[in-house]
């Protein structure tokens, strides 16, 4: 255990309001196996070993009732932290950040969020759906639960979401404006939010929206290694195997589990 609780992985099987395509529910298993695959060794970029007894722990995926679903992940959620371990979330479709931040407002008030992501998912409400995978920042930023949002990567922007973006106070960092690591430097508990469709699609063609012009898989590891501020936990949302090819978009999404991981541990 590190000093500011271990790392624990919870799969979230959830892809009922994804606005497009399903899928997404099928990831935790495969970016699990690809996470354990004896194809490259336990050591991070960063020097942590994830092999270590205690590194990091696995909790599993929540069982969820679609019905219930959002209640089941902020109380699974809500329970790591309360146990003190630092929640890393296997998605499972963008809108459950939503639902699992709220768990992390109770408990890290001042949150900063960092966004990686092609889209600002700030809809006030998306085909009827204000839980939408397009909606969880507006409900998140009108609710009050962090204190600053900072997106990166973003390259859908539309007058609507440039307006909730002003709105919000959003910290928007479009791709034209990369890099800026600069940006990625906090003071309080930190959470970071990875959606897989801010990689061009060249790097991670896995993903229910591709979306060209993206980051590279160097540029991903590079801001995630930037961040400055104690990170709490996190998730890694939208992996779509069912528009995967040959699995390369689990074994990326693995990676940047695994550095994820490997920044919360080293520097604990
Ligand atoms: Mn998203
Ligand atoms: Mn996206």
């Not at 699974?76 to 371990?85: E, P, S, W």
């Not at 890290?108 to 204000?130: Q, S, V």
């Not at 897989?196 to 160097?218: K, N, Q, T, W, Y």
Request: charged share 25%.
């Amino acid at each position: 255990m590190t000093a500011k609780g271990t790392p624990v992985l919870i799969g979230i099987p959830f892809d009922a309001y994804s606005s497009y395509l399903r899928g997404a529910a099928e990831a935790p298993a495969k970016i699990r196996e690809a996470l354990r695959c004896d194809t490259s060794n336990s050591w991070t970029e960063l020097g942590v070993d994830l092999g270590a007894a205690g590194a990091y722990e696995d909790a599993g995926d929540l069982e969820l009732d679609e019905r219930d679903a959002f209640a089941a992940i902020e109380a699974g959620v809500g329970t790591m932290l309360d146990k003190g371990k630092r929640p890393v979330s296997l998605g499972g479709d963008h809108s459950i950040t939503y639902t699992i931040v709220k768990a992390f407002a109770q408990r890290h008030p001042e949150l900063t969020i960092f966004h990686f992501d092609a889209h600002p998912d700030l809809y006030e409400e998306f085909e009827g759906n204000r839980l939408s995978h397009a909606c969880p920042f507006a409900r998140i930023m009108e609710a009050g639960l962090a204190k600053r949002l900072v997106q990166v990567g973003i390259r859908t922007m539309n007058r609507h979401q440039r307006e909730q973006a002003k709105r919000f106070g959003v910290e928007v960092v479009e791709m034209l404006a990369l890099p800026a690591h600069d940006k990625l430097k906090a003071v309080g508990p930190v959470y970071v939010t990875f959606d897989m469709d801010v990689l061009d699609p060249a790097f991670a063609p896995g993903v229910s929206h591709r979306e060209p012009g993206g980051i590279s898989v160097r540029q991903a590891i590079g801001n995630l290694h930037a961040i400055g501020g104690e990170i709490v936990g996190a998730d890694v949302v939208e992996y779509n195997p069912v528009q995967d090819v040959a699995g390369v978009t689990a074994t990326v999404a693995a990676k940047i589990v695994k550095e994820l991981l490997g920044k919360m541990i080293g520097e604990a």
